[in-house]
């Protein structure tokens, strides 16, 4: 099914730059949504996705803000979906994002381990996450929740655990035409 669709994995969740305006010293769903007001502009003030400026704060934490980093560092290292798939249903489904299982996740999905925590340490992470929260941030103050997922730009009704997801993603490409993938019969 991967060859049939666009996936896009966003490793941001209610994440958001402390802004001064916004900020505060732990997080705060209000701050985000007052972050995510004053950044979601044509042009953003400075300190709206600067770390340096800004600290970064994570919802359950700075262990989340290292584990949307990782994630986002396998995206972009991964030569295919499939292998960033790979690592992210280990990572997060076999291991709940447990940062040590992080090299394990990097061998069994054929990541470079080193790349990947280099990139996770680096200069090339910290423009992952503000790529990252340039995207969520783009989806304004109705995103209540993670996970947030759309289908064809528009939100999947039900929520987490989004039971009628294939469903959805099946309609979605029987509308586009073509051949349909095994995994959609009875869809």
């Not at 669709?5 to 769903?29: H, I, L, M, Q, R």
């Not at 292998?83 to 992080?102: I, P, R, T, V």
Request: proline share 5%; hydrophobic share 35%; glycine share 10%.
């Amino acid at each position: 099914m991967l060859a049939a669709v666009d996936f896009e994995f966003v490793p941001w969740g209610n994440a958001y730059f402390n802004t001064t305006s916004c900020g505060g010293a732990d997080f705060d769903k209000q701050k985000m949504f007052c972050w995510v007001k004053q950044c979601n502009v044509a042009d953003p003030a400075p300190e709206c996705f600067n770390s340096t400026l800004s600290p970064i704060l994570c919802q359950h934490g700075e262990t989340e803000c290292q584990q949307d980093t990782l994630e986002g560092c396998a995206f972009a290292l991964a030569s295919s979906a499939q292998q960033s798939l790979d690592f992210l249903l280990c990572f997060e489904g076999d291991h709940a994002s447990d940062l040590s299982s992080a090299e394990k996740c990097a061998q069994s999905s054929g990541l470079d381990y080193g790349a990947l925590s280099s990139c996770a340490s680096g200069p090339r992470g910290a423009r992952i996450d503000v790529q990252n929260a340039v995207k969520t941030v783009k989806l304004g103050s109705a995103k209540l929740g993670t996970p947030w997922v759309l289908v064809d730009g528009t939100l999947v009704a039900g929520g987490p655990p989004y039971s009628n997801l294939l469903s959805v993603v099946c309609k979605s490409l029987q509308a586009a035409g073509g051949d349909l993938p095994a995994g959609c019969n009875g869809h």
